[in-house]
Structures are given as C-alpha cells and as structure tokens.
C-alpha cells in the first residue's frame, strides 16, 4: 500500500517520509548493505542475504500492491537514510498481523528519523484496522526497545542465546507485539 508523503524538520535536518518507489531500488540496496555493516542490532552481517537492485524492485513492486504491505523510505536531499517495512501474512489465520523493521544510516541516528517511520507506519496499520504488529529487537538495543514501548508495544517473549555477536557472546532476542484490539479467551 502506499502513503502520503510527509515533510519533517528535525534540527535543522530536513527529510521525507515516503512509501518507496521503483527507482529506491538501487539506493535501498545500498543503505541496506551499509547499515548491516554499521550496527550487530540486525540480522546478518555485511554483504550477507544481499538483495540486489532487482531484488528491492521485487519487494517495492509486492508492497506496492498488497494491502497489508507498507514500505516507507527517509530521504535527505533525495538521499535514502532509513527505511521501514512492514510485512503482512498471506495466509488467512494469520492476515491479522504485520512484521515491522526499521533501520536508519548511523550517521543520522537521533533525528527522529527511526521514530517517524514507526509513527507513519503504526498510523497506517491502525487506520487499515491491522490487529497485531509484531517485531524482534536485541536485549540490548535499548534505545529502540524504549522507542517501540513508547508507540504501544508489550513484550511478549523472550528467545533466549538468540544471537552470538563479534564479542563471542550470546545475547537474547526480545518479542514485541501491539495490539489495535486486545481480545481474550
Ligand atoms: C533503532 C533506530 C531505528 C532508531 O532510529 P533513530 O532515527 O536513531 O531514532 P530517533 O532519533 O527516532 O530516536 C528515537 C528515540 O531514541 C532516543 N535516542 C536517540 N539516540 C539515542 C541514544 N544514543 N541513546 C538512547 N536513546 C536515544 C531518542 O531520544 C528518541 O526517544 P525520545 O522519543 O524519548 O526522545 C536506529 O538507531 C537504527 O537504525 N539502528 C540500527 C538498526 C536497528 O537497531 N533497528 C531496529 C531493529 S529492531
């Protein structure tokens, strides 16, 4: 699905907040590949899962198109510097609820660049009457757990020696999830 475009002036910094379109594609893949060199809070390792420029059309084309996809962009002076997503489930039982991930180029960390893709993107789910967001974050990424608690999230779960780091560590991943609805029983 797609969204209205946002313009944002945070320090002085002035960005957009976009859903991505074809032409991201190759700057998608680059910030991609940059930030999995700049940060151990996401999955994989620099160059690893690599998604080429095709790769991004595929997914840009797939969110575009599916109603509980929303794929949203930062810009600054036409730059990407962060992107979102969040990823619906096309199976019935689970059509409920979407998988949110954020990521933002360390050199603009602490702009409200991470915050406003999480605003726009809890916004569209809530108003598209998306029950369940759901999402994985390190233990020890606190600056985006207080983030998602801030917009609503709960933890649900704990998964524990989740991940082994560049410190030979094990660190747990934690399970957020927020509800538009809370139905028990
Ligand atoms: C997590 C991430 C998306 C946050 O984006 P960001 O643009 O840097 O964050 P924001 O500027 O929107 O700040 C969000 C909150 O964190 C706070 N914050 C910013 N920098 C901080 C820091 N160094 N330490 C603690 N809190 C910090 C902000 O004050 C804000 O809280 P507030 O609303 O109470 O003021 C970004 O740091 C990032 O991409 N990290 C690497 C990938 C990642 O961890 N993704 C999430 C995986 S689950």
């Not at 590949?33 to 390792?45: A, R, S, V």
Request: glycine share 8%.
């Amino acid at each position: 699905m797609k969204v209205i475009q946002k313009d944002l002036i945070i320090r002085n910094l002035r960005y957009v907040v976009r859903s991505a379109v074809e032409i991201d594609a190759k700057s998608l893949s680059e910030a991609r590949l940059q930030i999995d060199g700049e940060t151990e809070n996401l999955d994989k390792e620099k160059g690893e899962a690599f998604l080429r420029e095709s790769d991004f059309i595929q997914i840009i084309k797939e969110d575009t198109e599916n109603p509980n996809n929303l794929f949203l962009v930062a810009e600054v002076n036409k730059n990407i510097v962060g992107f979102s997503r969040c990823e619906g489930n096309k199976l019935k039982r689970s059509s409920h609820k979407v998988e949110f991930g954020v990521c933002v180029l360390k050199e603009y960390w602490g702009n409200g660049i991470g915050e406003n893709l999480l605003r726009e993107s809890v916004h569209w789910a809530d108003s598209n009457g998306i029950n369940k967001i759901t999402l994985n974050v390190l233990e020890t990424n606190d600056k985006a757990i207080k983030l998602y608690k801030k917009y609503g999230f709960e933890v649900e779960g704990i998964l524990e020696q989740d991940k082994k780091l560049s410190d030979g560590n094990y660190y747990n991943t934690v399970i957020m999830g927020r509800f538009l609805n809370r139905h028990r029983g």
